[in-house]
């Protein structure tokens, strides 16, 4: 983390963020469940319950999904709230990476009929082409968008804006930055990869 003032209160959230993280006894509790109700129970009594707090056994998975996607984006958010302004928004176009395979499948026209339930891409679902193409692109989703190459994965225009999203910075500083940058750009082309599969 930085030495620098402004980064202070971020890396004291965060450490102790760090801090509530679960342990190999909770993992292992984790593993162990018998049920999805014993999972669910085990995992609200851990600091995994920002998560699973509104999640039961009864839910569809698609239901699941759209619930963590919904506390990722919120736990993002909160994190953005922390760092100084110049970074916030790079910081808040990371809450967008578990939707990139559906957005992929979105811009393919091959969308899941899920994804006409689900309020964040609902929009980009409904109706004639022309349509979901304008929601699109009047949406924050734009950067992934501004190519119609239909070959590759979303993982290269959102790395891209993301970076064009970076404050200007020393260069003297960029080498844990660029090392966080690839691991992160790794990640998401295994998504996307995923995603095909």
């Known amino acids: 983390m930085s030495g620098r003032p402004q980064?202070?209160?971020?890396?004291?959230?965060?450490?102790?963020?760090?801090g509530e993280r679960l342990q190999e006894a909770d993992w292992r509790a984790l593993e162990a469940a018998q049920s999805i109700d014993q999972f669910i129970e085990r995992s609200r009594a851990?600091?995994?319950?920002?998560?699973?707090?509104?999640?039961?056994?009864?839910?569809?998975?698609?239901?699941i999904e759209r619930l963590l996607r919904a506390a990722w984006r919120?736990?993002?958010?909160?994190?953005?709230?922390?760092?100084?302004?110049?970074?916030?928004?790079?910081?808040l176009w990371t809450s967008h990476l578990p939707d990139l395979p559906v957005?992929?499948?979105?811009?393919?026209?091959?969308?899941p009929d899920w994804?006409?339930?689900?309020?964040?891409?609902?929009?980009f679902v409904e109706g004639d082409p022309q349509h979901r193409a304008a929601n699109l692109a009047q949406?924050?989703?734009?950067?992934?968008?501004?190519?119609?190459?239909?070959?590759?994965?979303?993982?290269?225009?959102?790395?891209?804006?993301?970076?064009s999203l970076w404050?200007?910075?020393?260069?003297?500083?960029?080498?844990?930055?660029?090392d966080l940058a690839g691991t992160l750009k790794s990640h998401v082309e295994r998504l996307g990869r995923a995603a095909r599969q």
């Open 46 to 63: 851990s600091s995994l319950r920002r998560f699973t707090e509104g999640v039961n056994a009864r839910m569809s998975s698609h239901a």
């Open 103 to 111: 957005l992929d499948a979105l811009r393919k026209g091959e969308a």
């Open 74 to 91: 919120a736990y993002v958010a909160e994190v953005a709230a922390w760092v100084p302004p110049s970074w916030r928004s790079a910081l």
């Open 139 to 163: 949406s924050p989703l734009a950067p992934l968008f501004a190519s119609d190459t239909r070959e590759t994965t979303l993982a290269a225009p959102w790395y891209a804006h993301w970076r």
């Open 167 to 178: 404050p200007k910075r020393r260069a003297a500083n960029d080498r844990p930055l660029l």
């Open 7 to 18: 980064w202070s209160y971020a890396q004291a959230r965060l450490q102790a963020r760090h």
């Open 115 to 123: 994804t006409r339930q689900d309020p964040a891409f609902a929009e």
